[in-house]
């Protein structure tokens, strides 16, 4: 029987299904079906879609192929990560999940920047999205990309039966996405974070203008970006786990905050923090009053992701 998350971002989703290390471990071996039900869903259609996206946002779009992968972000005047949407293009339509509840604000902002281009943007309340592990069959009519946690983000229709797989809940699945350091914007970021600071997640580095691309690059050409993306690994002597945006601190001072954080079935108690980029790799922090040790995700000095799972 499965245990529902109560609180927080992911409130109404199963939490898991009764054994969560079991259902890690299925998802390891790619059998596991994780419903994300609570992710908004945009799709871009129209024939100037990747040629406008592209001018948009941080990512290299023009020449995107069908079935490809893809992340990009919307930045601020400033570099500041405003939206994000995990993406892939099959040549007539492009098709994305957000964090819940940032659907509706991605397509405002959108829909506002249309001006002639031959473009439509809709919220797709009648999917939801999956994660489904390589070795479960799906409908072929359903859309999917390729996941950054290895397995596959599908597109389903919102009142369509689970695959068969493995049930999975949002424990074995957060533990696994922090273990592998990829940051969820919104919860492991905040408003001032820019793309240097969590590894260019999303950010492509040689193509043309667009919004915030003045302080990517300046960062990355000068290096030392303000902060860095850290995995903790959280002492597991209690047995609370931070709340999301506790401070981290060093001797006594506050040194960044702690966004995410689970119980890993092989690493135990994880978490990914933000930290100042002078903060020594080696220092051991409190992370809302528990020992965190550091593994390190970002280079301190270029803002470059060290582990090469980040699209």
């Known amino acids: 029987m499965a245990v529902f998350v109560d ?3 992911d409130a109404g989703l ?3 299904h009764g054994n969560p290390v079991a259902e890690a471990r299925a998802m390891a071996a790619g059998g596991g079906v994780v419903d994300l039900g609570n992710r908004d869903v945009v799709e871009v259609s129209g024939p100037d879609r990747l040629g406008w996206l592209h001018s948009l946002t941080s990512q290299h779009l023009e020449s995107l192929a069908p ?3 893809t992340t990009a972000l919307v930045l601020s005047p400033q570099g500041h990560i405003e939206h994000v949407i995990h993406a892939v293009d099959d040549g007539e339509r492009l098709l994305g999940w957000t964090e819940p509840g940032r659907g509706p604000a991605l397509v405002e902002f959108l829909q506002r920047m249309r001006f002639m281009m ?3 943007v809709v ?3 009648d999917l939801r999205l999956l994660w489904v592990g390589h070795d479960v069959t799906l409908d072929p009519s359903w859309a999917v990309r390729d996941s950054e946690l290895g397995g596959l983000d599908v597109f389903a229709p919102r009142q369509a039966a689970l695959p068969d797989g493995t049930p999975v809940g949002t424990w074995a699945h957060e533990a696994a996405r922090i273990a592998a ?3 969820r914007i919104f919860v492991d970021t905040d408003h001032r974070t820019i793309p240097n600071e969590i590894g260019l997640l999303g950010t492509h580095l040689e193509k043309g203008c667009y919004r915030g691309q003045e302080t990517v690059a300046r960062v990355h050409t000068l290096g030392r970006p303000p902060r860095r993306l850290v995995l903790l690994h959280l002492d597991g002597t209690d047995s609370a786990l931070p709340e999301a945006g506790a401070a981290l601190e060093l001797d006594g001072r506050a040194v960044g905050f702690i966004g995410s954080s689970a119980r890993h079935h092989e690493l135990g108690p994880i978490g990914l923090g933000l930290v100042k980029r002078n903060v020594s790799v080696d220092a051991t922090l409190l992370a809302d009053g528990i020992p ?10 270029v803002g470059l992701h060290v582990r090469p799972v980040l699209r």
């Open 118 to 120: 031959q473009v439509e």
């Open 7 to 9: 609180d927080g971002i």
């Open 181 to 183: 350091g990829v940051p």
């Open 67 to 69: 079935g490809v992968a």
């Open 14 to 16: 199963a939490w898991h």
């Open 123 to 125: 919220l797709r309340q």
């Open 292 to 301: 965190a040790a550091q593994d390190v995700l970002v280079d301190p000095e």
